[in-house]
């Protein structure tokens, strides 16, 4: 049977919407159309692929493995018809993705989108939140969107900029008192922002491999959230000091140093070799290394 990439778009359609008719709405299609392409891909793949519980579809197993592939493949797919010979921010139509945390978004995210503003009104960037899980499979999510913000260190394989340092810094509720010692905090339980099997902050990790394993009463994958988590209680929070400059004033939170050296901390744009000498991503990085000189100077 022949298949087209149209045919992939009502795919990717069908499998998120898990509805003839939503999808259909989605892509500007009338019913019989996205019925009739639905035919066409249960027999390909000879498989049902949406199947009926009540009043309501659900993914087949194969069609749950489909979902991520078909994403995928039209992300790259959207990649190939946005690359061109130049690129002219002034005149540009283009949409970057960036993956980052709530901070990154919150800093440098407006910052270099402030910047672009002033000379490409056509360009948008479109950001991602980072996850634990993208943080373990960072490599593999490369491939679908235009760069990574996570610091150094983390990946080594993958082409990257450096944009601003910034340092690891302690969250207090304003009438707790101070740990001194490294034994002091790791005693402490903590609200501790991305943790996962085979990946912590550095300062989690520096106390471990000391022989200290902090109790962490709250996981979370967000770092400005962490006032909230711990203004009126005996919690630690540990979080880039930059971050921390955005905490709103009466959060009744204070800020201290961590009572060892936890290591220098220096963000990051990372990006798939793939993109090294596209004109587009070529322009983006320059942006992000102007955007990020301008957080360090803040």
């Known amino acids: 049977m022949s298949l087209d990439l149209n045919l992939l778009v009502s795919l990717n359609a069908l499998l998120q919407e898990r509805s003839v008719t939503r999808a259909a709405l989605r892509l500007g299609l009338s019913q019989p159309t996205l019925s009739t392409a639905l035919a066409r891909l249960r027999r390909h793949y000879g498989d049902d692929l949406l199947t009926r519980v009540g009043n309501s579809y659900e993914l087949t197993p194969l069609a749950e493995r489909l979902a991520e592939h078909t994403a995928q493949a039209l992300a790259l797919a959207d990649r190939v018809f946005q690359t061109g010979p130049d690129f002219d921010p002034a005149h540009a139509e283009h949409q970057f993705t960036l993956i980052g945390t709530d901070a990154h978004l919150a800093l440098f995210g407006r910052t270099l989108t402030g910047l672009m503003r002033e000379v490409a009104p056509g360009v948008r960037v479109h950001f991602q ?9 960072a490599q593999e999510h490369l491939r679908d969107v235009d760069g990574i913000l996570l610091p150094q260190g983390l990946l080594a394989t993958v082409p990257a900029i450096d944009l601003y340092e910034d340092r690891w810094v302690c969250v207090l509720s304003s009438d707790s008192s101070r740990p001194t010692t490294p034994a002091e905090l790791a005693a402490r339980p903590w609200v501790m922002p991305y943790n996962a099997p085979g990946f912590a902050l550095p300062p989690l990790n520096w106390l471990r491999a000391r022989g200290m394993e902090p109790w962490l009463e709250l996981t979370s994958e967000s770092f400005l959230t962490v006032p909230h988590l711990v203004a009126g209680t005996d919690r630690v929070g540990v979080v880039p000091e930059r971050a921390a400059r955005l905490f709103p004033a009466d959060a009744d939170t204070v800020l201290v140093d961590l009572p060892f050296e936890a ?25 992000a290394s102007e955007a990020g000189q301008l957080v360090a100077a803040m």
Do not use: D, F, N, Y
């Not at 939140?129 to 499979?137: E, F, G």
């Not at 290591?263 to 942006?287: D, F, I, N, T, Y």
């Open 263 to 287: 290591g220098p901390l220096v963000e990051s744009l990372w990006w798939h070799p793939l993109h090294e000498r596209e004109p587009a991503h070529m322009w983006l990085r320059k942006m």
């Open 129 to 137: 939140h980072l996850t634990s899980q993208i943080v373990r499979r």
